[in-house]
């Protein structure tokens, strides 16, 4: 099935710098959403876009909606030890309620 | 956002047993629940879609005797493994989605490991 590229797939950073990934898609999406998973956890809902070039922001977290509808990226300022985790990308709002993910950003962050 | 249950969080059984997993939205109702399976270090990869009242939706490669599912009421659909073999050991997550069909709420999923 469809595939979302997600970017980079792991980032080492020390702590207080900003971190920013992305995804593409070959399809438009109506909705893109960022997910947050702890080790043995399920993905926890950051933010959800639902516009076309719409920007949000949850905290230290900023996150856009691709003008395009084909990408999305999030960033996140002054990071801190507890945003270590995978970090996905979901596309959706076209079949069913379904979401297509992308393959995930693995964040260690060095105090 | 809304909270959504998943029981047992981590189970062990011989090979040859079923096992059920819950999965419970317990604070708004869900027509719609999915089911995923999670590789160590991999993306969530989509099972099946789960209408409350009528029958699931499998992915394809998912076999559908095998995994079975039950969406009885809209705030509870189970997950059984059938005769489990330790090939199914993985990490299995479920959501509920939103009334719109644009938001999924995930359980926090069950470790299941087939000795």
């Known amino acids: 099935g469809q595939q979302l590229n997600q970017s980079p797939q792991s980032m080492f950073i020390q702590e207080g710098e900003d971190v920013s990934m992305n995804c593409t898609s070959s399809s438009i999406f109506n909705t893109w959403l960022w997910y947050k998973q702890d080790p043995g956890e399920g993905p926890v809902l950051l933010i959800a876009l639902y516009k076309a070039g719409e920007l949000t922001s949850n905290g230290r977290l900023t996150a856009q909606f691709g003008i395009t509808r084909k990408d999305s990226f999030l960033n996140i300022s002054a990071s801190i030890p507890s945003d270590v985790g995978i970090y996905f990308c979901a596309g959706g709002g076209t079949s069913y309620g379904k979401l297509t993910f992308g393959q995930g950003t693995i964040l260690t962050v060095h105090p | ?115």
């Open chain 2, 1 to 115: 956002g809304a909270v959504v249950s998943q029981h047992p969080s981590r189970v062990i059984c011989k090979s040859g047993t079923s096992v059920k997993i819950e999965c419970r939205s317990l604070d708004f109702q869900a027509t719609t629940m999915f089911w995923y399976r999670q590789f160590p270090k991999q993306s969530l990869m989509l099972m099946a879609t789960s209408n409350e009242g009528s029958k699931a939706t499998y992915e394809q490669g998912v076999e559908k005797d095998k995994f079975l599912i039950n969406h009885a009421s809209l705030t509870l659909s189970t997950l059984t493994v059938t005769s489990a073999h330790p090939e199914d050991s993985s990490f299995y997550i479920c959501s509920a989605g939103d009334l719109y069909g644009n938001e999924q709420f995930f359980g926090p999923g069950t470790r299941l490991t087939v000795l």
